[in-house]
């Protein structure tokens, strides 16, 4: 077994979610998906294909149509996107896998902003980068960026810059003035950015296309830039397994290399659920948008009544993110939640050396009365 291979971490999410394996009396928050069942016409266009018999290998590259239909959303919402930009792949976690396959060698530095979901500072590890965190900033208990403090560790030598914005888990969303003196900064050394923009759809803010910022708004068609999206969150598609890249097009046919060589390609039923999420996605993406902001403003406002409790209210995304007053030991506490309180948050050590000490608390429920339930549990675990 490779030595880089043999050194990483498995998931602390995983870890205290095993605690509760078996255990009907948890009330579970831990991974970040909802618990919606994917929409009906969604289910029935991918049953539909099956019953046509559609079986069989696909383009690498994904179905032409699923591609455009892509494109034209991407188009609507920040200018013009070909469709020959676009690569379909196995979910966005594969996406950001091949991005970095085609981006980074050994020995590679490779600057990725936490805290951040670890699979993104994971797979940098794998392929062998001189991987370096650049740590987001609390103020009030609100994640922020120091934009010039960042561009200050991004120099000629930095290969590629890694961001998720909106970010899992604390919530934190890149201003539009911010990706712009990253792209130009970047521009002028040179650097790759890797843009995770998965939650981009579950904004709550006001915003003239129902986005969060996105480098797409700013950026040539040839920067060196790759953008991820994923049909999982905003289309309750978690379990589908169907993401995007937006690349250059001088980039395409090397990526579609790529999936051939991890996935060969992606199974038509799912591209054809794909399709149909997207025919509605004028109505499907802001309802979904308006229920999470409801579980949002259900769950913030009663963590910040807790006394010493002091939860930033996310812009964007899925999750609360948190610290418990007296409590340093994040990964502790969840497995305690889970053992004493029947509670499954996740641990803000999954998430990288700057967030020990925070919890995780998935929002996305079809109950809000969960939500309440599960306070009612930590209120109770407090003593308060």
Request: proline content about 4%; overall charge negative.
């Amino acid at each position: 077994m490779r030595h880089t291979v043999a050194e990483l971490q498995g998931s602390k999410i995983r870890e205290v979610a095993n605690a509760g394996l078996g255990r009907s009396d948890v009330l579970a928050f831990w991974f970040g998906e909802g618990d919606v069942v994917t929409p009906d016409f969604v289910r029935q266009a991918a049953i539909e294909s099956i019953e046509r018999g559609e079986t069989f290998y696909s383009h690498n590259l994904g179905l032409p149509e699923l591609r455009q239909a892509v494109a034209e959303m991407l188009s609507e919402q920040h200018g013009a996107v070909s469709d020959r930009r676009i690569a379909m792949t196995s979910g966005g976690v594969s996406a950001l896998m091949m991005a970095v396959q085609t981006l980074v060698d050994p020995g590679d530095k490779v600057v990725c902003v936490a805290p951040v979901w670890p699979n993104l500072p994971g797979q940098a590890q794998i392929l062998g980068a001189d991987l370096h965190s650049h740590a987001l900033v609390v103020k009030d208990g609100a994640w922020t960026l120091d934009v010039q403090s960042l561009i200050q560790q991004l120099g000629t030598d930095t290969r590629l810059l890694i961001l998720n914005a909106p970010n899992n888990p604390t919530g934190w969303t890149l201003r539009a003035q911010d990706q712009q003196a990253l792209l130009a900064h970047c521009r002028r050394h040179g650097t790759w950015i890797l843009s995770d923009e998965v939650y981009a759809h579950l904004y709550y803010e006001s915003s003239a296309n129902g986005c969060a910022p996105s480098f797409l708004d700013h950026a040539h068609p040839d920067d060196r830039l790759i953008v991820v999206g994923s049909f999982s969150k905003s289309f309750w598609m978690t379990g589908w397994r169907l993401g995007w890249l937006v690349l250059p097009e001088s980039l395409t046919e090397q990526v579609g290399k790529l999936i051939e060589f991890n996935t060969s390609c992606l199974s038509v039923f799912v591209q054809r659920a794909g399709l149909a999420a997207l025919s509605q996605r004028h109505s499907l993406v802001p309802q979904t948008r308006q229920h999470l902001r409801q579980c949002r403003d259900t769950l913030i406002p009663a963590l910040n009544a807790l006394p010493g409790f002091q939860v930033a209210t996310p812009a964007a995304g899925l999750y609360a993110f948190f610290r418990i007053p007296g409590h340093s030991d994040g990964l502790d506490v969840a497995k305690r939640l889970v053992r004493e309180a029947g509670l499954g948050l996740a641990p803000g050590e999954a998430f990288g050396d700057f967030s020990g000490g925070w919890l995780r608390w998935c929002f996305a429920t079809q109950d809000l009365d969960r939500l309440g339930q599960g306070v009612g549990r930590l209120q109770k675990w407090l003593g308060l």
